[in-house]
């Protein structure tokens, strides 16, 4: 059953009930219509236990074969599954539904994602060269990244300081940038991180200089707990 790795979409991805099945998913195969209901589709495990990324349903994901909880008893094989494809170039979901027709949908095919929540305007992060990144599908983001010289794209990080000095950059809430006619910039147009725009964020700096950061405010009253604590 699982002699190589293949493609399949992702039908239901289990949040609940016993610990053993929290995190499956339930897939068809790529040519294979959406079915009316997903009880008796097989199921596929996380491949990695200590970094949780689970898919959406209608993202596409690459399934192989390893042995299952029983194996030493049965002999049985399973499936596990990899990181969703990154088709859209989104970090906030990669989904490829299957095309319903009219029967389909009078039949009541299942079409909805749950409680996850759609959101066009989250953009991918803009990458310099050696950085590593992770990015969540709301727009959390971690950069292991550095002082930069002679970019593509200049950023507030590099204006001072040696090239390959590291900066860590955490960031909770991206900033929403409007392009003409006010409207939001679409998703897959990448971003860099605004210590100004985005919610929150955390900057861990080795002899850089932040450019264009603007204080809550200097008075204070502004901060009465930690001022009170200074003296």
């Given amino acids: 059953m699982f002699s190589k790795v293949k493609a399949v979409r992702v039908q239901e991805v289990i949040m609940s009930g016993s610990s053993r099945f929290i995190g499956n998913i339930k897939y068809t195969n790529l040519n294979s219509s959406k079915p009316i209901s997903t009880k008796q589709l097989p199921f596929a495990r996380p491949l990695l236990n200590n970094i949780s990324q689970y898919p959406v349903v209608n993202e596409i994901v690459y399934i192989l074969g390893g042995p299952w909880w029983d194996f030493n008893k049965k002999g049985e094989l399973g499936g596990y599954y990899l990181p969703p494809l990154n088709i859209n170039g989104s970090p906030n979901h990669n989904a490829q539904p299957n095309e319903f027709t009219p029967e389909e949908i009078e039949a009541g095919v299942e079409t909805g994602l749950d409680y996850f929540k759609e959101i066009e305007y989250i953009r991918p992060l803009l990458p310099y060269l050696g950085d590593i990144m992770l990015e969540g599908r709301y727009g959390q983001s971690i950069r292991f990244g550095s002082t930069i010289s002679g970019s593509h794209a200049p950023n507030n990080w590099s204006n ?11 960031r909770n809430g991206q900033t929403n940038e409007f392009g003409s006619e006010n409207q939001l910039k679409p998703g897959f147009e990448h971003i860099l991180e605004d210590i100004n725009g985005d919610d929150s964020s955390i900057y861990l700096c080795s002899n850089q200089q932040i450019s264009n950061f603007q204080k809550a405010g200097i008075s204070p009253n502004n901060h009465p707990a930690s001022y009170k604590h200074m003296l």
């Fill in 160 to 170: 001072e300081g040696i090239q390959g000095n590291p900066i860590t950059i955490i």
